[in-house]
């Protein structure tokens, strides 16, 4: 399945996944030299086109037909919310039980990406484009839960679900509440999500960390997709809060490694654990892309990073490895003072020591990246103490 946007990813996702495909990205003008090599590398004969011309060119199904000799289908509507109600209509034919939870959603905007977590297909509504999705909802039978996510809600949808399955829940208001209301749900109504690791993305600059979270769903190496556009503390506290309570960690996708660093501090303080994915620029709208860093599920393992204290002696047992091979551990020491080493092999052991001159609270963050530069982070806290 091809898509050119986080928009189409969205409604695309769930059906690929639910029909054991392959997600795609490639920019809009030209076939990207990583979808390309996916295809190939996955002996791929035929692709299914998200979105009409404007959105994936002509020139992109050319080179998919002509240069990689493969047959084509393009599902589209005139915008995104015909092409939502299209997919729908695909993914319900072929998977039917998969219509028991459908996800409605307000075009595309910040929260959007919360609708993948549910793992239901994805209606947008909006644009005064409404009657596609409401002719939907009444012909769909034995829907047990519709989830409708939207700043507002028109009350006809509202109504139409209402009158057309077991449960409607409504997440109406801020992007904040939205997102709030939706995750109190995930997990009743996706029990994969349970006990399982979540992706919370975090953009500021392009919308790569949004596709890759995406496409890490899709495979299987994430559970959901959450949104996290705040900086505030106090409200990263509170999603990050609600996450805990059903996800067993999350992998941070970021193209803001300070942010990045916010959200893992939160998450640890709260004690959910963490994996940071630093993934290379994809070159969104560029014809060309650069290689994607490994699967979230291929980064280095930490198999120990535990601290003992002494005094003013701090000791850091390490233990890594990663079976494509290691290249370097970064350990930020609590005094902000950090040491870096070059390691190389599979399995790597170290004991590391930093003495302290005042006491107090300190947290150290372990980083450990391969040869592929996939990259994985662990803190712990300590007291330093004199005897």
């Not at 290379?280 to 699967?295: E, M």
């Amino acid at each position: 399945v091809v898509v050119p946007t986080p928009a189409d990813a969205i409604v695309a996702a769930p059906y690929a996944k639910a029909m054991g495909y392959l997600l795609v990205y490639t920019p809009t003008e030209g076939l990207s030299d990583k979808a390309k090599r996916e295809l190939k590398e996955n002996g791929i004969n035929k692709v299914i086109i998200i979105g009409g011309p404007v959105a994936v060119s002509n020139n992109v199904e050319n080179q998919l037909k002509l240069d990689l000799k493969l047959n084509t289908v393009r599902i589209w509507g005139e915008t995104r919310i015909e092409t939502s109600q299209k997919v729908f209509e695909l993914f319900t034919k072929e998977k039917p039980e998969m219509a028991k939870n459908i996800v409605i959603v307000e075009g595309f905007n910040k929260i959007s990406p919360i609708a993948v977590s549910f793992d239901a297909p994805v209606l947008y509504y909006g644009l005064n484009r409404d009657d596609g999705v409401i002719n939907l909802l009444k012909s769909t039978k034995k829907t047990e839960n519709i989830i409708i996510l939207g700043s507002s809600v028109p009350t006809k949808i509202t109504k139409t679900a209402s009158n057309n399955a077991k449960n409607t829940i409504i997440a109406m208001g801020s992007d904040e509440t939205i997102l709030k209301t939706a995750l109190s749900y995930v997990s009743k109504i996706n029990p994969d999500a349970e006990n399982s690791r979540v992706a919370v993305v975090y953009v500021e600059k392009s919308s790569d960390p949004i596709l890759d979270a995406i496409e890490n769903f899709v495979k299987g190496e994430v559970y959901g997709v959450v949104p996290i556009f705040e900086k505030d503390e106090n409200v990263l506290k509170l999603l990050i809060s609600k996450i805990s309570t059903y996800a067993s960690s999350i992998a941070i996708l970021s193209d803001t490694p300070k942010m990045s660093e916010v959200i893992s501090n939160i998450a640890f303080n709260i004690g959910i654990p963490t994996t940071v994915i630093e993934l290379p620029f994809r070159g969104v709208g560029a014809a060309t892309t650069t290689v994607a860093a490994a699967p979230s599920n291929k980064e280095p393992t930490i198999n120990e990073f535990g601290v003992s204290v002494d005094g003013l002696k701090v000791t850091f047992n390490i233990h890594v490895s990663d079976d494509r091979g290691l290249k370097k551990i970064v350990l930020k020491f609590g005094d902000g003072t950090e040491v870096t080493k070059n390691i190389s092999g599979t399995d790597y052991a170290i004991i590391l020591s930093e003495t302290y001159l005042s006491q107090g609270k300190y947290v150290a963050t372990l980083e450990v990246y391969d040869t592929d530069n996939a990259k994985s982070s662990k803190m712990v806290d300590f007291n330093r103490f004199c005897l």
